[in-house]
């Protein structure tokens, strides 16, 4: 039964994904943005799938499980941070400058050779992040279909592709409205399960009420702080966010729908942090046989609660997988390749362009999933490394006149540079062992994790107001405009 009720939610959203191409008629703007024509209702709630999906979810409640309620609380209070900082600052501005792509404020901003950086480092970034989604579902399929973890990966990927390739960012918002409404059901059955069969009470040291995870670095404190910091500041330059700002019908509805996404958040996902810390005492040594949620629902809960939970899950997952294929699809098309760039309107090359461009996106991320089956930490990474390289050229670059290309060239360099010498050499990754790329010395060691993160940043800012300190003072006449981002051209031609 649980199998099938599962399988019965993939068809659903196969076919939702296969009806949404109605919506698309062949408009680049339809496909990529949704037209521009989304509320605040239908922005927010695929907001949140972005912070319920299996990515998210399973590295909530495994870190909870592993290190305590804040290392997996940590997760939904950054990216609700993170939706909150961007309601009350950016979202309006970007929503205003008419682009479809996050580079192409930076090429606005800064220029050509800035935008490829950006776009290079968003889509490995994205990279990073899809794949957690991956490792997540790989999991899920092996738990529950008994295939094996690369054979559950290899049956996502095509499946992802298929309604994202056909539906675009329409696919994205009708099952991310569905995988809201599903989770929300799913969430509050099983805390009241968990409460009344089992209960909330947490093993010694795993509590909420145990402070010390935020205050001791011998508690991972310095590691759940740089995870707050990681996504509360490195997703404000995540495309497939910036994505769902621009789909917005207006300024005012992208401003509400992060400030909803960020309230649901943090009600549907903190509940399933003290759910994962009880869990310990009733999953006992069986927890580490996989992420502790599947091992919860797979044995210990009733049919009917894990087929919902699951299946919410899965249709979170598969939303932001769609968008993140699409939004990294669209940058390689527009920013990266230039394609029918000085069009007067949409083309339809643009389209096929951006469909096949999914393609490669998931091959990598798909090599990844399999180099580092980990979910929560590939989540963090992803937006560390933004947070090391772009956030500063954002963020100034909206609000300080002074800094041109060479100021944004200096952060970039410098902070993915600290950030990535940092990480090859130290010997673990936000807690667990660093198998991606390390490279073993005496030097460096895990007391380094989570600080690198913060110092990655800070050289960053350090390096961009150095180098537009340091620069000609412009005249008045000389100046940018704080937000110097015309309207694209083609999308101008369909107003």
């Known amino acids: 039964m649980l199998v099938a009720g599962v399988g019965l939610c993939m068809l659903v959203l196969t076919a939702s994904g296969l009806v949404s191409v109605r919506r698309v008629r062949g408009d680049t703007t339809n496909y990529l943005v949704a037209g521009r024509s989304l509320s605040a209702g239908l922005v927010g709630a695929v907001l949140v799938s972005q912070a319920v999906d299996s990515n998210a979810t399973l590295g909530n409640a495994d870190l909870a499980a ?17 939706l909150l ?10 929503h205003q ?25 968003t889509v490995g970034s994205f990279a990073i992040l899809l794949a957690g989604n ?89 590691v759940n702080w740089a ?81 919902i939970v699951i299946s919410g899950l899965l249709a979170a997952t598969v939303t932001t997988v769609s968008g993140v294929l699409l939004s990294t699809a669209s940058v390689l098309v527009r920013n990266v390749l230039r394609v029918d760039a000085h069009a007067p309107v949409m083309t339809p090359r643009i389209l096929r362009a951006t469909r096949l461009a999914t393609l490669p996106m998931a091959a990598l991320a798909a090599l990844v999933a399999l180099r580092v089956p980990q979910t929560g930490i590939l989540l963090t990474l992803a937006f560390d490394l933004l947070l090391a390289s772009l956030v500063v050229p954002f963020v100034l670059g909206l609000y300080w006149r002074r800094g041109g290309a060479p100021a944004a060239v200096a952060a970039i360099v410098v902070g993915i540079g600290v950030r990535l010498a940092s990480f090859v050499l130290t010997p673990t990754i936000y807690g667990v062992d660093n198998t991606l790329l390390y490279v073993p010395n005496d030097v460096v060691t895990s007391a380094v994790d989570g600080w690198s993160t913060i110092w990655a940043g800070t050289a960053s800012l350090v390096a961009y107001v150095a180098v537009a300190a340091a620069s000609r003072r412009r005249t008045p006449a000389d100046e940018p405009a704080v937000l110097p981002v015309p309207v694209a051209p083609d999308l101008a031609a369909t107003r």
Do not use: K
């Open 85 to 94: 900082l961007m309601g009350l600052f950016f979202a309006r501005r970007m």
């Open 97 to 121: 400058a008419g682009v479809v792509t996050l580079p192409e404020y930076f090429r606005a901003r800064f220029g050509r050779g800035v935008e490829l950086s950006a776009s290079v480092l």
């Open 134 to 222: 991956l490792v997540a579902l790989g999991f899920l399929l092996e738990r529950f279909l008994g295939v094996s973890y690369t054979v559950g990966i290899l049956l996502t990927v095509p499946l992802a592709l298929l309604y994202t390739i056909t539906g675009g960012m329409f696919a994205s918002v009708y099952t991310g409205v569905a995988q809201v409404a599903i989770n929300v059901v799913g969430v509050v059955a099983l805390v009241v399960w968990m409460a009344t069969t089992h209960g909330l009470a947490a093993p010694e040291g795993l509590g909420a009420g145990h402070l010390e995870q935020l205050t001791s670095a011998d508690s991972g404190a310095v």
């Open 227 to 307: 995870t707050i910091i990681a996504l509360g500041l490195g997703n404000l330059v995540a495309i497939d966010l910036m994505q769902r700002v621009f789909s917005s019908r207006s300024p005012g509805t992208a401003q509400r729908a992060c400030f909803s996404a960020a309230t649901g958040i943090l009600l549907f996902c903190l509940p399933l942090s003290f759910v994962a810390v009880a869990a310990v005492s009733v999953v006992g040594d069986a927890a580490a046989d996989g992420p502790i949620l599947y091992t919860l629902l797979g044995d210990h809960a009733p049919v009917w609660l894990a087929v």
């Open 66 to 82: 592993s290190f305590g309620f804040w290392a997996g609380a940590a997760l939904p209070i950054g990216l609700a941070l993170c």
